[in-house]
């Protein structure tokens, strides 16, 4: 049974930051594929970031310089380090685990039950 738990949302200024964590069960993140989406009212899900088996990862252009993905093996946890936040970035955002490399495709197996991010 896979389960993926976010936390780190909040609501914070524009310009700030924060750090969502996803901690993977039944999932091994060194072995697999995970990436963080978001979804914001009326809008389509997107991805975000995405990260490979050999650390590689892969960004949406809208939040390049500004996200950072990362995992730690040790601790199975996928992260998303947020900076200058804009009021854009606000949505729910979601981890998403696999076993193939999807990237930014919407097609991921596995997902968590999202963490709210407001950016005001």
């Known amino acids: 049974h896979v389960q993926l738990v976010e936390s780190g949302g909040g609501t914070v200024q524009a310009g700030g930051s924060l750090r969502l964590s996803c901690l993977a069960s039944?999932?091994?993140?060194?072995?697999?594929?995970m990436a963080w989406f978001r979804q914001a009212p009326g809008k389509e899900r997107e991805g975000v970031a995405a990260?490979?088996?050999?650390?590689?990862?892969t960004y949406t252009y809208s939040v390049q310089g500004r996200f950072t993905i990362s995992k730690d093996n040790v601790k199975n946890t996928l992260y998303l380090q947020m900076n200058s936040l804009k009021p854009e970035d606000t949505a729910i955002y979601y981890c998403?685990?696999?076993?193939?490399?999807?990237?930014?495709?919407?097609?991921?197996?596995?997902w968590g039950q999202g963490t709210q991010v407001t950016v005001s």
């Open positions: 998403a685990a696999d076993s193939v490399n999807l990237q930014l495709s919407r097609s991921y197996t596995y």
């Open positions: 039944g999932f091994t993140a060194s072995a697999g594929y």
């Open positions: 990260i490979d088996n050999a650390c590689a990862a």
